[in-house]
């Protein structure tokens, strides 16, 4: 499955953005889905995921209350909605898919397949 990661930009802190992961391929319902981030001289760090079917879902302790994770199955795309934004949240923001196991998975290893990133930032 091939994955393209949109939305990204630039944001003032308070602010809103919709991150976009589509995919080709195959149909994304076969997947469990994820988000991670990755900001200069840091770790790729978890920001999110769901299961295939979109039941259960896991976000990071910075991001609970503040972001959403859903997919559209149909669409084959994957959504990450940031409101709230901090200039902590400023990352490339990476999507990816893998094979259904039943929990959420929130390590990278647990994924493999892998978008090219967007870049999100924002200002103070």
């Known amino acids: 499955v091939q994955l393209q990661a949109s939305g990204g930009g630039l944001a003032q802190a308070g602010g809103s953005l919709r991150l976009s992961c589509a995919a080709s391929?195959?149909?994304?319902?076969?997947?469990?889905m994820t988000w991670f981030r990755q900001a200069p001289g840091r770790e790729r760090e978890f920001v999110a995921a769901?299961?295939?079917?979109?039941?259960?879902?896991s976000y990071a302790d910075s991001v609970k209350g503040r972001f959403t994770i859903s997919r559209d199955n149909a669409k084959n795309t994957l959504y990450l909605q940031m409101n709230s934004l901090k200039p902590e949240d400023t990352a490339v923001y990476y999507c990816?898919?893998?094979?259904?196991?039943?929990?959420?998975?929130?390590?990278?290893?647990?994924?493999?397949?892998w978008g090219q990133g967007t870049q999100v930032t924002v200002s103070s």
């Open positions: 990816a898919a893998g094979p259904p196991r039943g929990v959420v998975a929130t390590t990278p290893r647990d994924y493999d397949y």
């Open positions: 391929g195959r149909t994304l319902g076969s997947y469990d």
């Open positions: 769901t299961t295939w079917s979109g039941y259960s879902k």
